[in-house]
């Protein structure tokens, strides 16, 4: 079994800011990229960042100089440090991780079960 636990989410004023992490646990052999996506009401589930096991980001336009991802590979956890927040930053976002659970599995995804993001204007 591998679980992916959400925390962080909250209300928040805009111009906030808020910081999210996904802990990744059990059986678990090796993790590649990390992420985090987000979903609004009425909406599709968008990218929002996502890192590699070796640090490299990328980033959703909308996040861009606002959003930061980061990892603790020792702790297989990532996180999502978000300031400058604004109302359509609302959703609930989720954590993902490509992973394998053993050497000779293929990687899968898993996904957390969401943190709500709430920005008031």
């Known amino acids: 079994q591998v679980q992916l636990v959400e925390s962080g989410g909250g209300l928040v004023q805009a111009g906030g800011s808020l910081r999210l992490s996904c802990a990744a646990s059990g059986s678990i052999f090796s993790i590649n990229t990390m992420g985090w996506y987000r979903q609004a009401p009425g909406k599709q589930r968008e990218l929002v960042a996502t890192?590699?096991?070796?640090?490299?980001?990328a980033y959703a336009d909308s996040a861009k100089g606002r959003f930061t991802i980061t990892r603790d590979n020792a702790k297989n956890t990532v996180y999502l440090q978000m300031n400058s927040l604004k109302p359509e930053d609302t959703a609930i976002y989720y954590c993902?991780?490509?992973?394998?659970?053993?050497?000779?599995?293929?990687?899968?995804?898993?996904w957390g079960q969401g943190t709500q993001v709430t920005v008031s204007s």
């Open positions: 890192i590699t096991s070796g640090g490299r980001t």
């Open positions: 993902n991780a490509n992973l394998q659970r053993t050497p000779t599995w293929a990687p899968y995804d898993y």
